[in-house]
Each structure stands twice: as C-alpha cells, then as structure tokens.
C-alpha cells in the first residue's frame, strides 16, 4: 500500500486497519447510504486463497471484450488507490473518490468502521450510480464475514483454498474452507477451483444446505492447455 496516496492518508487518518469480522457495520452504513448494493448489476463474488485476482482479470478482459462494461471491486493496490476500483470499466476518479469518501464518513458518523469495511460501501455507492452490465467483486478476506458478503450475486467463485489469514480464519483448512464457502448463496450457481479433497468436501456440505448447483473443476468441467490455447 502506496503511503504517500493522499486517499490512503487520509482513511487511515480515520479509519484503522484493523481487521474486523462480521456484517453489523457495513450493513448500517449501507443503509445510511440508501442501500447501493442492491442497486447493482449482476455480480460474481469472487472468493479464495490462490489465484482471485488473475480470475477476476480474466473475467473483467472476457466481458469487456464482448463489449460490457463492467464494474470492478478488487485489493489491495498495487500504486494507487483508485486501482481498487473500475467504474463501467474505469479506473474511479480523484475528484469522484474524493466525494464519494465524503458522503460514506457523513453517513457513517462517529461510528466506529474500518478502513476496508468503508471502502467496500464507497465502491457500491459509486457503482450503483452508473450503468453497467456486469459487476465482479473480490472478497477481500475470508467471505462469511467479509464486507462485501451482503450482495446476491447471480454467480459465486472460488478459487483453490489454501492457508492464509489464519490469525483470523484459524490454522484448519476445514474451517479457512468454510469462511470461504460462506460466499454461497441459495440456489445460486458456483464455479469452483480445484480444490484439496478436505476443501472440497466442506463446500460441497455448504451448497447442498442452499441447493447451491456446483460446477466444480475436474468433475462438471476441465480446461486443457494445447498449443494454440485451452481446450474446454
């Protein structure tokens, strides 16, 4: 993270970086904003330990280059701030950032909101006010209690599960799969990575409570590499 962003500056002036757990806060800022996250385009929520970040490129390339424009929630950055952000497949503005931040820390008040939970709601403020065809967001840590986990996505996505966070997801794999899997949604359809079997087998139990249709790598479908490509 980019110190001398003056977005950064300012966020981390007022909101810490502690990571918290749980939806209570985000869902009372969004509110307070009227809501935006259920005035978005359809969304794939995207989860995972290995490889989020390539699949919501890959995701963002294929749409737009079928002609869609596509709003875009991804972290950390890499330079600057506003990478965290694509409005219809544009990187936000300063001067846009700048009031939308605003609005969120009127909304929000003296109420205690970390820097990431903030930042979640000001990227649906700001995409629920333009038109797009697509939305894919990024789970920013774990997924049943991540900020972003108050959408309904037409599609869920995770990728391979691994270790990582385990100061707050523990240090079992069966309980990091099951923060993950908490993306899932009711009858929702989900396209899963390749997955170690204990992985495997705690999402498969999660789905099936929500009738969630599974697609899952090496069993509803394989991609193959070749010469001049993939086979699907």
Not at 33 to 41: A, I, N
Not at 100 to 116: H, R, V, W
Not at 138 to 152: A, C, K, L, P, Q
Not at 202 to 214: D, G, R, S, Y
Request: aromatic share 8%.
């Amino acid at each position: 993270m980019t110190a001398n962003d003056p977005i950064v500056q300012r966020l981390m002036s007022h909101h810490p970086r502690v990571i918290t757990l749980g939806l209570e806060r985000i869902e009372r800022l969004l509110k307070r904003l009227g809501s935006p996250e259920k005035k978005l385009p359809p969304l794939v929520h995207v989860a995972g330990t290995n490889g989020k970040g390539s699949l919501v490129a890959y995701l963002r390339a294929m749409a737009e280059a079928a002609g869609y424009r596509v709003h875009v929630y991804t972290s950390p950055h890499l330079v600057r701030f506003n990478e965290r952000i694509r409005i219809a497949s544009e990187l936000i503005e300063d001067d846009v950032l700048d009031e939308l931040l605003t609005e969120c820390e009127e909304a929000n008040g003296d109420t205690p909101i970390s820097f990431f939970y903030i930042t979640t709601a000001l990227a649906f403020l700001a995409f629920s006010r333009v038109p797009a065809e697509l939305g894919i967001i990024e789970v920013g840590m774990g997924g049943r209690f991540d900020s972003t986990n108050v959408i309904e996505p037409v599609l869920s996505a995770i990728t391979p599960i691994g270790y990582d966070h385990t100061g707050f997801l523990g240090d079992k794999l069966e309980g990091i799969a099951w923060e993950k899997a908490g993306i899932l949604k009711r009858a929702t359809p989900a396209v899963i990575g390749r997955q170690r079997e204990v992985s495997a087998q705690v999402i498969e139990t999660e789905a099936a409570k929500l009738a969630a249709p599974l697609f899952r790598m090496g069993r509803e479908w394989q991609v193959i590499p070749q010469e001049a490509g993939f086979r699907y």
